[in-house]
Structure formats: structure tokens, C-alpha cells
């Protein structure tokens, strides 16, 4: 049985879908202005490496990181209605990539188990 | 704390400070502009000891092989030998110096010896003093000068010196190039939106003539922004090179005041979304101010460009120079 980020298609998989994820979210006004002033190359870099480790790849992603990271967008009031409006643009992806639903469902539950880390509770 | 030796003399960095910092503070004269790793302007090589990874980040590898790094960037963490990187400049001398408008001046800059380097990369170019900025490279390098539009910032020590007081022939050093915002062949039939305001043009008007150059063929579509149409320049270099090259169209535009002139009015991101709607499978090049090349470069994103394909050069700014007390 291969794993989950084979089955995703590993590294292609992740190029294919970061920019129409980070789209998606960018155009999103509940969301968008978190990511205002914010370099969008290392974002990019950023949400491959967040997407690699949603897709079950290789990752060095640890809870610390996503607090820290996130302890200053927490201050600006991001709470769990941001969570759940990203984790459905990452679900929309997925979805226009044609990814089956099985494999859907493995994904957004490796993303939600960031939830705690990410609104820094 | 780690001891910086420079030139048979030896300093203490303080908690948290950088090498350039530390240099400057004890009165060394480090050539410095940007301070935030871009500019490459205080490049220095360590010849024993290790400096942190970070400060070579960007550079290339046979420099970060030989012990350089960015002193702005170096936090160090041991003792570390120190030395000028003197030998990557290259002479030169100011070959013409033309004001396009009151607030650009062309400089044509003669290097002693060929440079390498790609239309729309950076050079920094030095003063015999040690006063250093870098500017974009809007020639050629088959053009036997370098081209770089200089725009006159206020208290502007390079540029006031190049307005007011330089004369041509007058000696200084060109160390470079640097930067990945140029054209790469290989999809000569794939559209190109190049964008930007004030002096973000001369890279611009560079990769553009390399694309023309090198035999691209798909559409190149040139848009320089500016307040008010006393800020445009090279109109006229431009309007010719878009007759001659049908693949060429070249789009000025202003803030305020360009109706009488026939320009295009409006926020330049404005004036593009409007003839370009949708932007998937463009390559898009932006340059200058980076409040404009942020914004330009998340429009070209959400209008469908894919990330890979937008190459960006934000100028940043000198900080002003500090007070004599």
C-alpha cells in the first residue's frame, strides 16, 4: 500500500496545487487581509511546505513552529471561523484537482489536528 | 562574543549585532546600502572561521565556497578573519551622464573589462570614497556601455553627486551583477506583461530588449506608470521600438493629468486589469517601488499567472544618511 502523498502524486502534486490554494485564499475576504504586506514568494514557500505535510510527504513542521508562526495573526483576532475558511479552500483544491474524496478526507484531517497549535490553544 | 580581525585589527561584535554594525560602530568604513541582504553592496570574505549560512543567502555558490558573505546579514557566532572582497569589482569609468527628466539621469558607465551579466540584473556601483548603490541594468551587454537610470532621491548622496556634481570619466567601480529578474528563452511564443513605475522602467526596458534580441515572438506588453506624464521617460525610445517590433506594445500611464496627452489614466494595476483581465499562461516582470511591486505582482497572481512565473525586482531605498553630530 502506498502512502497517502504517493497516492497524492508526492511533489507535483503539491507545485499543482499551491498556487490555486493560495488563489483561493487570497481572494477570500474573510481571510485575505491576514495576508496583507506579506512577501508572496516566501508565503508560496510557506503553504508548500504546510500542503507537503497535509499530504502525509516529509516535513519538519512542528506544533512550536505553528504557534509562533501564528501567535501575531492570533493576536489579530484569528479564531476558528479563519481556520475552518481556510481548511475549505484547501477542500475546494483538491477537489478542482480531481483528487477522490477518500484522499480528501485523509488530508483535512491531517490539517485540523493543527488547529490547537495554529490558534495557539 | 566572537572577535572580528579586519585589516590586522581586531573588534567585538555586541549581542545581537551584525558584522556590518559592529564594523561601522568602531569606525570601520564598510560600503553598505540596503542592509537587508539584496543589494550585496557589503559583501565581505571571511578567510578562517565559519560565518552562519544565513549570511550567504543568495549568493552564488562559488562565492559562498570561498568564505564571502554579507556582513548586514552576519550574525556571527565565532571568531572570524576578515577581508575586503575587493577583487570581484571591476574598474570602470562614467562614460555619459543624460538627464531624461529633472528626477532621471541616465548614466552610461564604461567597464574596464567585459561584464557578465543579463538585461534587467542589478550592479552596485561605487565611489572611489567607498560610497556604493545599486542600480539596474538596462543595456545590453553587447551595448558597450552599462545603461542605468539614476533617480534623484532627496538627500540622495549617490544620486546628488551624479546630478550635480560627477563628470564623465570620472572613476568608479562596478561590482555585480546580481539578481534573477531577466528573461530566460525557451517559450518564445508565451505573452509577457512587464510593469512598473519610475525607474522600475530601466530593467524593464532591458529585459525587454533582450526578449526582442533573443527572437521571442509571443506578445511583450510594456506598461510604466507615473504620477503625472512629467514623470515618463524614454517615450519616445519606446514608441520607436514598438514600431518596429509589431510583438511590442508599449502602454504609459498616469495618475492625474493625461488626457491631454493621450495617456492612459488611472492606478497602473487599474489600467492593466482592464486590457488584461485574465493572465493565465502570461510571464509577468515587475520593478521598482515595492509598495507597487507588491501590489502589481499579487494582481498578476490572482488574475491566473502561475507564482513561478512572476519575476520581481523591489527597490529598496538607502537608508538617509545619519546626521553629523
Known sequence: MSSLYEQLGGQPAVDAAVDIFYRKVLSDDRISAFFDGVDMDRQIGKQKAFLTMAFGGPHNYSGRDMRTAHAPLVARGLNDSHFDAVAENLSSTLQELGVAQDLIDQVMAIAGSTRQDVLGR | ?325
Open chain 2, 1 to 325: 562574543m566572537p572577535q572580528l580581525t579586519y585589516d590586522g585589527v581586531t573588534y567585538r561584535a555586541a549581542p545581537g549585532e551584525s558584522v556590518l554594525d559592529a564594523l561601522l560602530r568602531q569606525g570601520v568604513p564598510i560600503a553598505n546600502s540596503c542592509r537587508a541582504g539584496a543589494c550585496q553592496s557589503c559583501l565581505l570574505r571571511a578567510n578562517s572561521g565559519q560565518v552562519p549560512a544565513a549570511a550567504q543567502v543568495g549568493l552564488k555558490s562559488t562565492l559562498s565556497e570561498q568564505g564571502y558573505f554579507l556582513a548586514c546579514l552576519c550574525h556571527p557566532t565565532e571568531d572570524l578573519q576578515l577581508e575586503e572582497a575587493g577583487g570581484l569589482e571591476v574598474a570602470a569609468s562614467l562614460a555619459a551622464l543624460e538627464r531624461l527628466t529633472p528626477t532621471v539621469l541616465r548614466a552610461r558607465v564604461r567597464t574596464h573589462q567585459p561584464l557578465h551579466y543579463r538585461a534587467g540584473q542589478y550592479i552596485t556601483l561605487r565611489r572611489p570614497d567607498g560610497l556604493a548603490r545599486s542600480y539596474s541594468l538596462a543595456s545590453l551587454p553587447d551595448d558597450h556601455t552599462l545603461e542605468l537610470h539614476i533617480r534623484r532621491t532627496p538627500q540622495g548622496q549617490m544620486s546628488g553627486w551624479l546630478f550635480d556634481e560627477a563628470h564623465e570619466n570620472d572613476a568608479v567601480t562596478v561590482r555585480g551583477p546580481a539578481g534573477d529578474c531577466f528573461y530566460t528563452a525557451g517559450h518564445p511564443d508565451q505573452p509577457l506583461l512587464l510593469a512598473g513605475t519610475g525607474t522600475g522602467l530601466a530593467p524593464l526596458a532591458g529585459i525587454c530588449k533582450d526578449a526582442l534580441r533573443q527572437g521571442h515572438r509571443g506578445p511583450i506588453h510594456l506598461f510604466h506608470g507615473a504620477l503625472r506624464p512629467e514623470g515618463l521617460y524614454l517615450q519616445d525610445e519606446l514608441h520607436t521600438l514598438a514600431r518596429e517590433n509589431s510583438n511590442l506594445q508599449y502602454i504609459p500611464a498616469v495618475m492625474e493629468g493625461g488626457e491631454a496627452a493621450g495617456l492612459e489614466t488611472g492606478k497602473l494595476d487599474t489600467v492593466i486589469a482592464h486590457r488584461h483581465p485574465k493572465l493565465s499562461g502570461w510571464r509577468g516582470f515587475v520593478c521598482g517601488d515595492p509598495t507597487v511591486v507588491q501590489l502589481l505582482r499579487k494582481k498578476f497572481f490572482l488574475a491566473g499567472m502561475a507564482s513561478r512565473e512572476i519575476f520581481a525586482d523591489a527597490f529598496l531605498q538607502a537608508p538617509a544618511p545619519q546626521t553629523t553630530r
